[in-house]
């Protein structure tokens, strides 16, 4: 498991090798079974491939949830706004579900706000930075939905910034390339393998000493997973939606380059479910196929 110290920004993962083999299954395997109504959909895959390891009606569309944030990300990383500007929180960003907790006119970092979205899944600063993009919504909307199409999705489509409207919609298969190309960026991946982030926040002549969680327990809780990167959503039409890359671990509790998986679950009916079935996809893959 990656466990980054609080505001830690720099992880032991980016010193391993990042090369990717072809996976072969192995003789004699058994299948993996789901559970019943365990998920909707499901993918391994593994990156820069984009081999298929494992599918569950990839191709059914879904709406994506809060898993909208990573396009977010990748089309707000596009216009090279400067992460250490100071910039505020607004009224107008406020589109309800979860968010970070500060008053409005509030001032903190874009990084700050990058973070608050990626890692906690904070709504507001996702819609924040639509807004801080320069861009109008629908121009900003649309370089979300170019970049999902760059990354290879064939089937999504974004109308929201934050993942509340479920008309954003996607596929276990596409979900796994957009996040292949959201993880590969050095600065999402950071916020998406960072346990806990503090920061300051500004309330007029007030400093108030933030610090945020991620919403991944397989990141924060469990032992037995190397997380590279991933992604929870939830949404009542989605049920509980997660996109998390992860790396096996040797007999020394040692990550393995070479072994990474992209997983995505969609639909779980809760957030245990959502993460053992994660865990027990990415095992099984590992069990049955030779990297």
């Not at 003789?27 to 984009?50: I, L, R, W």
């Not at 390339?177 to 393998?193: E, G, K, N, V």
């Not at 400093?207 to 945020?212: G, H, P, S, V």
């Not at 969609?266 to 994660?278: I, L, P, R, V």
């Amino acid at each position: 498991m990656r466990r980054l110290l609080t505001g830690c920004l720099v992880s032991v993962s980016f010193l391993l090798a990042w090369s990717v083999s072809a996976a072969k299954p192995l003789p004699d395997v058994q299948p993996f079974v789901p559970y019943q109504d365990e998920f909707v959909s499901a993918v391994v895959m593994t990156p820069k491939t984009h081999q298929v390891l494992y599918a569950f009606k990839p191709d059914l569309p879904h709406p994506a949830a809060s898993l909208s944030k990573l396009p977010n990300a990748l089309a707000f990383l596009t216009r090279g706004v400067l992460m250490s500007r100071s910039v505020n929180l607004l009224k107008q960003d406020e589109v309800g579900g979860g968010r970070l907790r500060v008053s409005s006119g509030s001032t903190m970092t874009v990084q700050d706000m990058f973070y608050s979205s990626i890692t906690a899944s904070a709504n507001n600063t996702a819609t924040a930075l639509a807004r801080l993009s320069g861009l109008k919504s629908s121009s900003f909307l649309q370089r979300m939905n170019q970049q999902a199409t760059l990354a290879g999705a064939k089937h999504s489509v974004f109308f929201d910034f934050a993942g509340m409207d479920p008309r954003n919609m996607t596929t276990a298969r596409d979900m796994a390339l957009i996040a292949d190309r959201a993880f590969a960026d050095p600065t999402i991946r950071r916020a998406a393998s960072t346990a806990s982030y503090s920061f300051t926040v500004r309330s007029g002549r007030t400093r108030i000493a933030k610090t945020i969680k991620n919403t991944n327990d397989l990141l924060t809780k469990d032992p037995d997973m190397w997380v590279i990167g991933g992604k929870t959503g939830y949404l009542e039409e989605a049920k509980n939606n997660l996109v998390v890359r992860l790396r096996k671990l040797d007999e020394r509790g040692k990550p393995m380059a070479g072994t990474d998986v992209i997983v995505v679950v969609f639909g779980a009916s809760t957030k245990e479910t959502m993460f053992a079935t994660a865990k027990r996809l990415a095992q099984w893959t590992w069990n049955t196929h030779a990297f």
